[in-house]
């Protein structure tokens, strides 16, 4: 089984979306569209309404550490 994901696992949920996503620079994204991908997941339980500019943006930049180790 998956592990269940939360917005606090920010490196996690980056690795998460490069595997998915791995041709896309995080920095063009907007985190309406990165919320509604994540939220989307069946392993995601955190709550939808509980992530905000901070959260997203750690997860954006996890997302992007991983998005520059395979350029």
Known sequence: MAQELTWEMAEEIGIRLHEEH?????????FTDMHAWI??????????KDS?????EAIQMAWHEEYQDAQ
């Open 52 to 56: 905000n500019e901070k959260k997203l």
């Open 39 to 48: 939220v989307a997941w069946p392993e995601f339980t955190g709550d939808p």
């Open 22 to 30: 791995p041709d896309v620079d995080p920095l063009t994204i907007r």
